[in-house]
């Protein structure tokens, strides 16, 4: 069956505009994640959607950033007045449930913004 | 504040050489343990969950190992398509108890030479 997709696969935007980030979890998996990986750090927790509960922002670094998750499936991760420091690969993961299963990842959008 | 610390940053084996990839961590109720391979341009693969200390997995040549303070992952006569970043990463109970947190470490980098 297909896995978790992302798109786009890389994007270059310059600094200031917005952009939106796309993924399609596995089909039926309840629990979706957004995580950020910069060259040489590890991955980095953003936001974590699990059912029809409120999402889990705690891992957003800005105001700048929001997501959100239509119908429980398709979410779009979105970057207003991006800045350079944003620059980085961000993965989606879906699960069949709680986290402590098992993260299936997309393969990332790789954003750089000049 | 969780910390999760790999080591060594990078390893480089030749075909056959067993070695060893430590991921020593700091966090209040571990749930979990996961390690993760990813390759580049990849999102992580997941490999293996250890819930408690004396518990082991393998997985072909890989064998996860957990103690209540840090996880092993053994590599017993690697091959070159073994070669990857693998990340290890814990899982807690969040603040509010309503969510579970995953951490992630930088990776390990290794490279089995032919």
């Known amino acids: 069956g297909a896995g978790v997709s992302q798109s786009p696969s890389n994007k270059v935007t310059e600094k200031g505009k917005d952009v939106e980030l796309r993924c399609d979890p596995i089909s039926g998996h309840t629990a979706l994640y957004w995580y950020r990986q910069s060259l040489g750090q590890g991955l980095e927790f953003l936001i974590y959607f699990q059912g029809n509960s409120a999402p889990d922002k705690s891992g957003l670094p800005s105001d700048r950033f929001s997501a959100e998750r239509t119908g429980g499936s398709v979410s779009t991760l979105t970057i207003q007045r991006t800045q350079q420091e944003d620059s980085a690969v961000y993965l989606c993961?879906?699960?069949?449930?709680?986290?402590?299963?098992?993260?299936?990842f997309g393969p990332g959008t790789r954003l750089t913004v000049l | 504040e969780d910390q999760v610390t790999q080591s060594p940053e990078a390893l480089r084996l030749q075909e056959g050489e067993s070695s060893s990839l430590n991921c020593s961590y700091t966090?209040?109720?571990?749930?979990?343990l996961f390690w993760y391979r990813q390759d580049p341009g990849k999102g992580p693969e997941f490999l293996f969950t250890l819930y408690s200390a004396g518990e082991e997995k393998e997985k072909e040549r890989l064998k996860a190992t957990l103690t209540k303070k840090e996880s092993f992952l053994h590599i017993t006569a690697p091959k070159p398509e073994d070669s990857a970043t693998y990340l290890c990463?814990?899982?807690?109970?969040?603040?509010?108890?309503?969510?579970?947190?995953?951490?992630f470490g930088k990776g390990t980098l290794l490279t089995v030479n032919p």
């Open positions: 966090v209040s109720g571990l749930r979990g």
């Open positions: 993961a879906s699960t069949s449930g709680p986290s402590y299963n098992e993260q299936f």
């Open positions: 990463a814990v899982l807690r109970i969040s603040e509010g108890g309503s969510n579970y947190k995953l951490t």
